[in-house]
Nanobody, 115 residues
Framework: QVQLVESGGGLVQPGESLRLSCAASGSIRSIYTMGWYRQAPGKQRELVAIITRGGTTNYADSVKGRFTISRNNAKNTVFLQMTSLKPEDTAVYYC?????????WGQGTQVTVSS
């Protein structure tokens, strides 16, 4: 299996930026897609952004133009650069890895956007 550890969450003001990181370990050669999801209080978990091993990306409409996902395959790490943060971006952000026999989630990191 794959273990994922997120870092980089915190409290920021509207308009500020944050960068989340997710480090993978374990059966990393089986990972094809890595991504970020988020869950706000009282809401369902939703896709934020995903990236394939080849670098193809997909974003939720709500974050297009503000968030950028990137991946360092050599270091088995995926990043989420978040800019122009809004209060509605407040949520627990989860890293996810998918692949052959892989369906792994990280423990989550809290992002709070508030003035």
């Amino acid at each position: 299996q794959v273990q994922l550890v997120e870092s980089g969450g915190g409290l920021v003001q509207p308009g500020e930026s944050l960068r989340l990181s997710c480090a993978a370990s374990g059966s990393i050669r089986s990972i094809y897609t890595m991504g970020w999801y988020r869950q706000a209080p009282g809401k369902q978990r939703e896709l934020v952004a995903i990236i394939t091993r080849g670098g193809t990306t997909n974003y939720a409409d709500s974050v297009k133009g503000r968030f950028t996902i990137s991946r360092n395959n050599a270091k088995n790490t995926v990043f989420l650069q978040m800019t122009s943060l809004k209060p509605e971006d407040t949520a627990v952000y989860y890293c996810k890895a998918d692949g052959i026999g892989i369906d792994s989630w990280g423990q989550g990191t809290q992002v709070t956007v508030s003035s």
